[in-house]
């Protein structure tokens, strides 16, 4: 009985130790020492002032602890773990649901910071600070959180969001924490609502989430992350802190972890990136490319290429000429070397033929004028990924990239046969050397006859639309096969391809009545000879244009066509055939005209009558002191101009501004029809005051040249209203008496009324 009990508790403790090997195993008894001596398992950091603060229960279980893997499937072999809970509560299986930190635990306000969150809880920091000896650090971490939910009871639970952060600064500074705990190639903090497959909860970056995990599964939380890396560039030798954190977020609710990798927190070499033909950044063929590893704290260099040591490549830099997989190891202590990887690929060489630049030559001495952008189609040689950069006239001046030739698109040879040199670049930046001959060819071409058109489009302008395919046909039958040809406005267009004309069916010439064309005949590059094109564009121009003809009172025009027509026909009544007709009537008169091409033009003569000022009448405004004006109605069938003395002339009839007085006003036709036309007119205005006095001067009150108007009336009132005397324009006036007897010297009062019907009234002084 007993060798059987003694069997089944061996038997129980056996599947007991099966199961817990399944599993991660978890020690939180390490110290803060111990924790980074585990993540950092190398001495290529000098680590100090190391620290680990989280929480503790009373069963004295902590928030921290160093783990191993067994022989579990957790990735990582060993590390370090920081919770939101207690850190042995952490290993599988995953059969209940973690939820173990006391409210009186607090956050970090750090992370808060970082992850973009407030009202953390229950957070376990482990900081410590720390040199590196190489340039880039990196540590591999995954993040582990019961709040991976499978089910929710409300749909707020999605949006508590625990998370961690790889927090970096320079130790003893201001300097805010830089976070490397993020999406790769972004700046998004690694959290559970940032890294979450796709569930309940909506997904997000889920190629960074590695499951939901099982109840069989090696730790005791919901879900997990793939294995991920934090890294930064550093300065080698300069001092810096690091903050690990991790906490909950909104409640204590749902713990949380962070695995971080033993001896993952790495300090490595960045020598430099990759020069790969597929990123487009390759070495150029025949380059030597150094590569730098050089560092002060180092002690020994050793170079490889694909892991082959090179022999004697033992300093800090290595020069490169062959592509390959390249590597250094840079020893800083016995203790630690520290690894720099990089692979180069060269370009393949520029490799160029013989090229020759045919131009044509106006007059077969050698010289002529070249577009060297053809020269550099020439060394491309069709290939797209080549450009021609740019053109010398020596071999040494391309190489030192000097003295480039500045008029590339006209550039005028010096020598029959002359070399220039093209600076040609590939599509990753190398150059080459590319040499081209320049010469000339000497084919003769006929010229076509000229292209003759009637200017019929409407505008008698000497321009019209010409369709030159005809002509670029017969330009090019009878020579040899295969050659191409395109016109331009000048022969040094022509030359150098420069302001081709685009649209040869439909050009309109630019040059009145008559243009040269040039057509230039070539194949690819070479030109085989260049032919002129004359187009002549027979209008009537501006000697055939419209007029307009005065015609006066009673007199006749000769409407004249011009000379040098074929044949003339006027739209008169019976029609009229000869060069000139004679008109003694207002009205339009259209000539058509043929000239010796054939071409039809017509032309109208607007005959418009016009003739002297027969009569006027006239608006006078006047009783307004120097403010009167006159305006001129004249009567007659022309154009009028009107002055006030005879010489000095205006176009409107109004003259203001005028004195009381008389005044001759001039009416002559703009046309020049017949004498002009003459009248007086007068203005008028009253005395202010007279002086009835018996000295012969100034003694009768009456309306100055107001004999000229007799069909004004004028009556004389006393203060009183009293009518004292009435008079008319042509009368004499008053002599300041009332019935024989003189009237005291005092204001009077008067009424006019002129011809109009207009009344005017005032009142003047009499001073005895």
């Known amino acids: 009985m007993k060798t059987r009990l003694a069997y089944l508790s061996a038997l129980l403790f056996l599947v007991a130790g099966m199961a817990s090997a399944q599993n991660i195993q978890v020690n939180d008894n390490y110290t803060a020492q111990q924790l980074a001596d585990a993540l950092v398992s190398n001495s290529c950091a000098q680590v100090s002032n190391i620290s680990v603060s989280g929480w503790s229960g009373g069963s004295g279980s902590t928030s921290f602890g160093y783990f191993t893997a067994g022989t579990s499937s957790f990735p990582f072999a060993n590390g370090i773990v920081l919770s939101t809970g207690f850190a042995a509560s952490a290993p599988g299986p995953n059969n209940s649901l973690l939820s173990e930190g006391n409210t009186s635990w607090g956050g970090d306000t750090d992370l808060q910071q970082a992850l973009g969150v407030t009202g953390t809880i229950n957070a376990t920091v482990l900081e410590f600070d720390f040199v590196p000896f190489t340039s880039h650090i990196s540590f591999d971490y995954i993040f582990a959180s019961e709040q991976y939910l499978t089910s929710i009871n409300s749909p707020n639970q999605c949006n508590y969001t625990d998370g961690f952060a790889f927090l970096l600064k320079k130790a003893n500074t201001a300097d805010p924490y830089q976070n490397l705990a993020v999406i790769p ?70 713990d949380s972890a962070i695995f971080l990798g033993g001896g993952s927190f790495d300090a490595t070499l960045d020598i430099g990136p990759d020069r790969l033909l597929a990123t487009g950044n ?7 490319f150094p590569i730098d590893a050089s560092n002060p704290a180092a002690t020994a260099y050793q170079w490889y290429k694909n892991t082959s040591p090179i022999t004697g490549a033992t300093n800090g830099i290595y020069n490169v000429t062959t592509p390959g997989d390249y590597s250094v190891d840079v020893t800083f202590s016995p203790t630690c070397t520290a690894t720099g990887e990089i692979r180069l690929e060269y370009a393949p060489a520029l490799v160029f033929g013989n090229y020759t630049l045919l131009q044509c030559d106006d007059d077969n001495d050698g010289l002529t004028v070249y577009n060297l952008d053809q020269a550099g189609q020439l060394a491309e040689n069709g290939d797209p990924d080549l450009q021609a950069h740019s053109y010398y006239l020596t071999s040494s001046d391309a190489q030192d990239e000097i003295n480039a030739i500045t008029n590339t698109t006209a550039f005028q040879n010096t020598t029959a046969d002359q070399d220039i040199y093209v600076l040609v670049e590939n599509r990753y930046g190398c150059t080459g050397i590319a040499t081209v001959k320049l010469s000339v060819s000497s084919n003769t071409v006929n010229n076509p006859a000229p292209l003759e058109e009637c200017d019929t489009d409407g505008t008698d302008d000497g321009f019209f639309k010409f369709d030159l395919t005809d002509t670029a046909n017969d330009i090019l039958a009878g020579l040899p096969a295969g050659l191409q040809l395109t016109f331009y406005p000048s022969y040094n267009d022509a030359l150098t391809f420069g302001n081709e004309i685009t649209a040869p069916d439909a050009f309109t010439n630019t040059v009145a009545n008559s243009q040269t064309l040039y057509a230039r005949i070539f194949n690819a590059s070479d030109c085989y000879g260049i032919a002129e094109v004359q187009l002549i564009v027979h209008s009537f121009g501006d000697g055939f244009a419209d007029e307009d003809v005065i015609l006066c009172d009673d007199t ?166 009293k009518i004292i005397t009435g008079f008319k324009g042509y ?18 009062w008067f009424h006019i009324e002129l011809e109009n019907g207009r009344k005017v009234r005032g009142h003047f002084a009499m001073v005895r």
């Open 282 to 288: 390759p070495l150029c063929s025949g380059e030597t």
């Open 185 to 254: 190639g972004t700046n998004t903090p690694v959290k559970v609502n940032t890294v979450r497959g796709p569930g309940v909860c909506p997904a997000a970056n889920e190629q960074y989430f590695d499951s939901f995990n099982p109840t069989n599964a090696p730790v005791n939380f919901n879900g997990q992350t793939v294995i991920m890396t934090a890294e930064s560039d550093v300065e080698a030798g300069t001092t810096y802190h690091i903050k690990l954190v991790v906490a909950d977020q909104g409640n204590n609710l749902y």
């Open 731 to 748: 009368e004499q006036g008053w002599d300041g008496t009332y019935n024989g007897r003189p009237l005291p010297s005092t204001d009077y």
């Open 556 to 721: 006749t025009e000769t409407l004249d066509a011009g000379s040098g027509y074929t044949s003339y026909s006027w739209d008169t009544t019976p029609v009229q055939t000869t060069r000139r007709i004679t008109v003694d009537e207002p009205g339009t008169y259209t000539v058509t005209v043929t000239n010796t091409f054939g071409c039809e033009g017509s032309k109208t003569f607007t005959v418009s009558p016009s003739g002297r000022a027969t009569d006027a009448t006239f608006d006078i405004n006047d009783f307004t002191g120097n403010d009167n004006s006159i305006t001129v109605h004249p009567v007659g069938s022309g154009t009028y101009e009107y002055s006030l003395d005879g010489l000095d002339y205006q176009d409107s009839p109004v003259f203001e501004h005028l004195p009381s007085g008389e005044y001759t006003i001039y009416i002559k036709d703009t046309n020049g029809c017949g004498p002009r036309y003459s009248e007086s007119v007068f203005i008028l205005d009253y005395p202010v005051f007279f002086t009835p006095n018996g000295d012969g001067i100034n003694d009768i009150w009456r309306i100055p040249y107001s004999y000229y108007r007799p069909g004004i009336f004028v009556t004389v009132f006393d203060r009183y209203g």
